[in-house]
């Protein structure tokens, strides 16, 4: 019988050692992909085409948590137009495409995975009615090539909306009816082996995501909801260096449209239409707006930020 030792699989002539990290095999081994802030280049999105599951909308929307009943044609085609408002500002476009009938909130793709530098970490949304979405995400990922590189276990809850980041060594995470302290515990321990250290603030009793009330437009602009913002990001960002400006109180921001945009790149945004005085007060602080039509969608109770999963953006060194 033939001595194994020293042949190719114990180790010997012919292996071949491993020896590069994960980050370094990203963009061979895996795809390119990640983020490390809010404001960098955006270059790829996941969305979900809405289809037939938004019947439900019809029934009964408080039951599938939406504000009401949806007109599917006009969804679909303000969703249409979304995507093509991406594809002109160079974004790649990745649809989900399911292989089964998707649970009505399915196309809120923004909630169901965040980005790090080096792959995603998976949602666990927290109602019952969305269970399940991030099996479908999680193997859209995949097909990608996107490595996941958290799942949560035990009773933590959480939803890629309420993750944001300050900088490539800071994120918030809200906390409170999506996203739960055992998730809270879970992300950190997994950021803090990237060097990343979680911030955690609690949000207001009544409200959804830290996405509807925060976001990052500029390495030193983030834009807040005033009295709706928790007190330790407006800190926090502040302490970053940032400068935070508050939207004026009024019906598009008591009705979600004005915060529910995505950074396209430094202090430029895709925003809901029709918004002029949000709009306005964008342009008077430098913030160039691309506008696109959401009101339909904006039924299900969410809008272009919720919508939009974000893959990768231009790095910080």
């Known amino acids: 019988m033939r001595d194994t030792f020293d042949t190719a699989p114990y180790g010997g002539q012919g292996w071949a050692q491993r020896d590069r990290s994960h980050s370094e095999e990203l963009g061979d081994v895996w795809t390119a992909c990640g983020i490390n802030n809010e404001w960098g280049t955006l270059k790829s999105v996941l969305l979900h085409r809405p289809g037939s599951e938004l019947v439900a909308s019809m029934q009964n929307p408080n039951e599938v948590q939406m504000l009401a009943s949806l007109d599917i044609p006009r969804a679909q085609e303000e969703h249409d137009q979304m995507a093509e408002r991406y594809r002109e500002n160079d974004v790649e476009v990745n649809l989900l495409n399911p292989d089964s009938e998707p649970t009505p909130n399915q196309m809120f793709c923004a909630d169901l995975f965040a980005m790090t530098p080096q792959g995603a970490i998976l949602a666990r949304p927290a109602s019952t009615v969305r269970a399940g979405e991030e099996r479908v995400v999680a193997k859209r990922l995949i097909e990608m090539g996107v490595p996941i590189l958290r799942t949560l276990v035990a009773h933590a809850t959480f939803e890629g909306a309420d993750l944001i980041w300050i900088n490539k060594e800071q994120v918030l995470l809200g906390q409170g009816l ?16 990237l060097g990343i250290v979680l911030t955690p603030v609690d949000m207001p009793f009544g409200t959804m995501h830290l996405m509807g009330m925060l976001r990052v437009v500029d390495k030193d602009l983030a ?20 400068k935070v400006i508050f939207v004026p109180q009024n ?19 895709l925003m809901v239409d029709q918004n002029p005085h949000t709009k306005a007060f964008y342009e008077s602080n430098g913030i160039d707006c691309v506008a696109t039509p959401a009101a339909e969608l904006g039924k299900a109770a969410g809008a272009i930020g919720c919508l939009t999963g974000i893959l990768s953006r231009e790095m910080l060194g």
Request: charge should be positive.
């Open 178 to 193: 999506r996203t739960n302290g055992a998730a809270a515990k879970q992300i950190s321990l997994l950021l803090n082996e």
């Open 251 to 269: 019906d598009e921001v008591e009705h979600n449209r004005a915060l529910n945009f995505v950074t396209l790149g430094r202090r430029k945004i």
């Open 223 to 242: 834009i807040a909801w005033p009295r709706r913002t928790p007190h330790a990001a407006v800190l926090a960002l502040r302490e970053a260096g940032y």
